[in-house]
């Protein structure tokens, strides 16, 4: 059974930092794409990040050059660094797999996702 558990969520002041991780089982990603969806109250689920199995990144333009999102192939697990975080990033982040190399903006061309962790950004 393949599963998807974020961690590293909270509640953070504006300006700080927070690390997210998906740490993925049941089966080997490390030829697929994976990413970071966010999804706010009352909004559509959004990439926030995506990277493929090579390491070639793609960042919605809100939050690059803050955030950064890596990959350990060998502990199938990715990551989201958020820096200089604000308030407008609070949302549940969710972490997601393609089933081909190339990633995509698209939340419905991902296959597998995780339940979400709660990240809150207060002003």
């Known amino acids: 059974q393949v599963q998807l558990v974020e961690s590293g969520g909270g509640l953070v002041q504006a300006g700080g930092s927070l690390r997210l991780s998906c740490a993925t089982s049941g089966r080997t990603f490390s030829s697929y794409a994976m990413g970071w969806f966010r999804q706010a109250q009352g909004k559509q689920r959004e990439l926030v990040a995506a990277i493929t199995s090579g390491g070639s990144t793609n960042y919605a333009d809100s939050v690059k050059g803050r955030f950064t999102i890596s990959r350990d192939n060998a502990k199938n697990t990715v990551y989201l660094q958020m820096n200089s975080l604000k308030p407008e990033d609070t949302a549940v982040y969710y972490c997601?797999?393609?089933?081909?190399?190339?990633?995509?903006?698209?939340?419905?061309?991902?296959?597998?996702w995780g339940q979400g962790t709660q990240v809150t950004v207060s002003s």
């Open positions: 997601a797999v393609r089933s081909t190399y190339y990633h995509s903006v698209l939340p419905r061309d991902y296959k597998y």
